[in-house]
């Protein structure tokens, strides 16, 4: 027997199943966690982030357009959950290094290039950090999470030219900060 639809689980969802919208949980924290962390920069604030967007997402389920996919909706609440969180608070510290950056290598010259591409990483998430949160979004949304120019219009509620203009200006800023590093 076939999973469960994400359709079918929202629709159950929506007459008070908590364990479909468990299970539509399960099939998309990963996703959300990631977007949310790459916007606040912090672990444990992606957590919480993470749960209160779900949380959300649930109360607000009288407002979800079965006919559309789930995943875009979910991360749409997420996205929209940490601009507002964003926008109220002092500027973001992104972390420094994560659990794929660290150097294992007994080669000198591979320590060398891995050091290098752990400081890049580094000055593109300091880079990132400095970036008008609509900005940091589309951003995380389309070289992160891969989306669309369609699902980014669609996850932000903004227009296509608007997500075409914030990821041209984004990628300016982020180059220009990039130069500055070097």
């Known amino acids: 027997m076939d999973p469960p639809s994400d359709y079918d689980l929202a629709v159950h969802a929506r007459r008070g199943d908590a364990e479909a919208f468990g299970e539509l ?5 990963t996703s959300v966690f990631n977007v949310c962390y790459r916007m606040m920069g912090n672990r444990q604030e992606a957590e919480d982030m993470s749960q ?10 009288a407002t979800y357009d079965t006919e559309r ?3 875009p909706w979910i991360r749409r609440v997420a996205a929209n959950f940490c601009l507002n969180r964003l926008a109220s608070k002092a500027p973001i510290n992104m972390p420094l290094m994560d659990e ?3 150097v294992h290598t007994p080669h000198e010259r591979n320590l060398e290039l891995a050091t290098e591409t752990a400081e890049r990483a ?3 998430r300091h880079a990132m950090a400095d970036l008008p949160p609509h900005y940091l979004a589309v951003i995380e949304l389309r070289h992160f999470q891969e989306l669309s120019y ?14 075409k203009s914030y990821l041209f200006r984004a990628r300016k800023l982020l180059g220009e900060a990039l130069k500055e590093h070097e």
């Open 69 to 71: 996919p789930f995943g």
């Open 100 to 102: 794929h950056e660290t």
């Open 150 to 163: 369609n699902e980014i219009s669609y996850t932000m509620g903004i227009s296509l030219s608007q997500v």
């Open 25 to 29: 949980v399960r099939r998309y924290q």
């Open 122 to 124: 580094r000055a593109i």
């Open 52 to 61: 209160e967007a779900f949380i959300r997402a649930y109360s607000r389920l």
